[in-house]
């Protein structure tokens, strides 16, 4: 069974700091894409950050220059600094991977439970 567990929320106040971790465990033949999404209340869930295997990144314009993603292949883990930090920028926060099973499966997309971020003004 392959989990993602999220560390690293709180609350913060505005021009603040915080770091997310997220770290894929179980059988995992390999992982493709991970990202963290967000979500606010009362709106859709949005892409936040997204990091390829081979470390290409994309931005929500909303988060560049203030947010840093980044990932350590070899702990499955991917990480999202966020400095900076605005009130709007309240909402929980969750990991996304796509991760194959065994040699010759297809990707299935995984998601973890989410960590709440709230900034304070």
């Known amino acids: 069974q392959v989990q993602l567990v999220e560390s690293g929320g709180g609350l913060v106040q505005a021009g603040g700091s915080l770091t997310l971790s997220c770290a894929a465990s179980?059988?995992?033949?390999?992982?493709?894409?991970m990202g963290w999404y967000r979500q606010a209340p009362g709106k859709q869930r949005e892409l936040v950050a997204s990091?390829?295997?081979?470390?290409?990144?994309n931005y929500a314009d909303s988060v560049k220059g203030r947010f840093t993603i980044s990932r350590d292949n070899a702990k499955n883990t991917v990480y999202l600094q966020m400095q900076s930090l605005k009130p709007e920028d309240t909402a929980v926060y969750y990991c996304?991977?796509?991760?194959?099973?065994?040699?010759?499966?297809?990707?299935?997309?995984?998601w973890g439970q989410g960590t709440q971020v709230t900034v304070s003004s």
């Open positions: 990091i390829t295997s081979g470390h290409m990144i």
């Open positions: 996304n991977a796509q991760i194959r099973l065994r040699f010759g499966g297809s990707y299935s997309e995984y």
């Open positions: 179980g059988i995992i033949f390999s992982i493709n894409g």
